[in-house]
């Protein structure tokens, strides 16, 4: 069973940081591609930052500079580093998980709520 569970989420004030977690099990994380991704209210679920399986790393252009994101093979786990948080990066962030060599395969976690707010 695919398991993406993530942590981290909570309320921080404007140019503060949060760092979010996603661990992953039942899959072979290295042959994985991870992204996060959030959604606001009312809005459509957006794409944050991807990390390839190569650990090359894409990222939207609203967070670049202020967000990193990294992987962990030996822990199965993937990492967002939040700086510099204002109060339109709020929303629900997800861990997605794409296999590289079946791009059918792909899961979500349930998601961890990030509001920047004073």
């Known amino acids: 069973q695919v398991q993406l569970v993530e942590s981290g989420g909570g309320l921080v004030q404007p140019g503060g940081s949060l760092r979010l977690s996603c661990a992953a099990s039942?899959?072979?994380?290295?042959?994985?591609?991870m992204a996060w991704y959030r959604q606001a209210p009312g809005s459509q679920r957006e794409l944050v930052a991807i990390v390839g399986s190569d650990y090359s790393t894409r990222f939207q252009d609203s967070v670049k500079g202020r967000f990193t994101i990294s992987r962990d093979n030996n822990k199965h786990t993937m990492y967002l580093q939040m700086n510099s948080l204002q109060p339109e990066d709020t929303a629900v962030y997800f861990c997605y998980a794409q296999s590289d060599l079946q791009l059918e395969k792909e899961y979500w976690g349930q998601g961890t709520q990030v509001t920047v707010s004073l």
């Open positions: 039942g899959i072979i994380f290295s042959l994985y591609s």
